[in-house]
């Protein structure tokens, strides 16, 4: 298995602002994800992140409000830009240990936006 | 595409009771399916998973779940009932053609009934 450890846990922010969250992993992960959920919803995939190489956004997310940073195997963090009520959701960060197996995931971080 | 189904919201049920949480799955090749419960103000928790092998999967908790491939279906399944497995549900697949992703089904929330 996998520890997450992602932080913040929740955070308050107000509208225009940007929050990063961060995504710590305890062993090396070739694809890390990041993933929005509104409370009690399912979850909606935002991009994979490859280390050393651009995001791979889903379709209706862009690298300018999502920009992502993979800057070693344990590690990403994911930025919520110039911030609206709308993006008030938790966000999950999640890894596989090899490709078609179990994935992992963080603890989540409540986001909301006034 | 790859994706799943949950076609209830809510699932209720008595303590002592077997519970069935229902998943269909529709996807190109062999499938890799998974069930993940969310308990509330928490991360998504793994509990089995359907590569290969034996139809009927054990998981955690107690779950176990049958795959079903003539009914492209990936039902949960537990014997006996607890209050606290009353949770968020989801159903998964994971995309192995295009980036591993996990795509997830819209959740069904069950409730255990004292």
């Known amino acids: 298995s996998a520890v997450i450890s992602q932080k913040p846990s929740r955070d308050i922010c107000q509208r225009g602002t940007s929050l990063t969250i961060q995504c710590q992993v305890d062993?090396?992960?070739?694809?890390m994800f990041w993933y929005r959920q509104q409370p009690g919803q399912s979850l909606t995939l935002i991009a994979t992140?490859?280390?050393?190489?651009?995001?791979?956004?889903e379709s209706g997310f862009v690298i300018d409000k999502f920009p992502i940073s993979r800057p070693n195997l344990t590690f990403s963090t994911l930025t919520v830009s110039n911030m609206s009520p709308e993006d008030s959701s938790i966000y999950l960060c999640?890894?596989?240990?090899?490709?078609?197996?179990?994935?992992?995931f963080g603890q989540g971080t409540r986001l909301t936006v006034v | 595409a790859q994706s799943v189904a949950q076609p209830e919201d809510q699932v209720n049920v008595a303590e002592g009771n077997p519970l069935t949480v229902k998943c269909t799955y529709s996807?190109?090749?062999?499938?890799?399916l998974f069930w993940y419960v969310q308990y509330p103000n928490r991360g998504l928790q793994f509990l089995l998973k359907?590569?290969?092998?034996?139809?009927l999967v054990k998981g955690s908790y107690g779950f176990e779940a049958e795959f079903n491939k003539s009914q492209t279906s990936f039902h949960l399944k537990k014997p006996s009932a607890l209050v606290s497995d009353s949770a968020l549900y989801f159903c998964?697949?994971?995309?192995?053609?295009?980036?591993?992703?996990?795509?997830f089904g819209t959740g069904t929330r069950l409730q255990v009934f004292p």
């Open positions: 996807v190109s090749g062999n499938p890799y």
């Open positions: 359907y590569i290969t092998g034996d139809n």
């Open positions: 062993s090396q992960v070739t694809m």
């Open positions: 999640s890894v596989a240990l090899r490709e078609g197996t179990e994935a992992f």
């Open positions: 998964a697949v994971r995309d192995i053609i295009n980036t591993d992703k996990l795509i």
């Open positions: 992140a490859n280390q050393g190489s651009e995001a791979t956004y």
